[in-house]
């Protein structure tokens, strides 16, 4: 089975700091991605990486940046923290063929006090 | 512009009865549509996926879900409702346009509630 591992499951940060959210996935999948979840908006693409070192900008990219030094790992960074970041975020993997599936890792759910 | 439309924010629905969560699409060329659901505080699980083919798809958990190009709709079904099938039900197409045509577009997602 393809696993997705997010390391945080639920934090709190202060506004202002610095956050890092990391994925991490088993499959050698060439794709990731880190969606952010919120009510009544769906789910709404932040970025994505197509090989290492390599990401674009998704839907919604402004306040977040990422990396991907290693294939298997694909980290969000919130460079300062603010409370209209306070959600719900996926992340996601998958091999990179057309119409193969994507899949998504439990969810870190990000409080910003 | 490529979207996805689920029109009902909850549907409710008895033990035992069928089930239907709605889905419309647009999207350019030809669509690879997808069904996830989510259970409180967890990730996205897949469910079924429209590639090509047969347009009645078989996917988990007894889950269907019937692609109408016509119509451009591609509604998720069951024939028989479990009340742990009460979850919240995303819809997806694959977002046909820039180099990677693995991102999916999300709909705003159904809530099921399925009541004994």
């Known amino acids: 089975d393809v696993k997705v591992t997010q390391s945080s499951r639920y934090l709190v940060k202060r506004t202002g700091e610095k956050v890092f959210l990391e994925c991490v996935q088993d499959?050698?999948?060439?794709?990731m991605f880190w969606y952010r979840q919120d009510p009544g908006l769906g789910l709404r693409l932040i970025y994505f990486?197509?090989?290492?070192?390599?990401?674009e900008k998704g839907d919604i990219p402004e306040g977040y940046s990422v990396s991907r030094e290693k294939k298997e790992r694909f980290s969000l960074i919130l460079e300062s923290a603010s409370t209209n970041q306070t959600s719900m975020y996926l992340c996601?993997?998958?091999?990179?063929?057309?119409?193969?599936?994507?899949?998504f890792g439990e969810g870190s759910w990000l409080t910003v006090v | 512009a490529q979207s996805v439309a689920q029109p009902e924010d909850q549907v409710n629905v008895a033990e035992g009865n069928p089930l239907t969560v709605k889905c419309t699409y647009s999207?350019?060329?030809?669509?690879?549509l997808f069904w996830y659901v989510q259970y409180p505080n967890r990730g996205l699980q897949f469910l079924l996926k429209?590639?090509?083919?047969?347009?009645l798809v078989k996917g988990s958990y007894g889950f269907e879900a019937e692609f109408n190009k016509s119509q451009t709709s591609f509604h998720l079904k069951k024939p028989s409702a479990l009340v742990s099938d009460s979850a919240l039900y995303f819809c997806?197409?694959?977002?046909?346009?820039?180099?990677?045509?693995?991102?999916?577009?999300f709909g705003t997602g159904t809530r099921l509630q399925v009541f004994p």
């Open positions: 996601a993997s998958s091999p990179g063929i057309s119409g193969n599936t994507i899949y």
């Open positions: 499959m050698d999948h060439e794709n």
């Open positions: 990486s197509y090989d290492v070192k390599m990401k």
């Open positions: 999207v350019s060329g030809n669509p690879y």
């Open positions: 429209y590639i090509t083919g047969d347009n």
């Open positions: 997806a197409v694959r977002d046909t346009e820039g180099y990677n045509t693995d991102k999916l577009i």
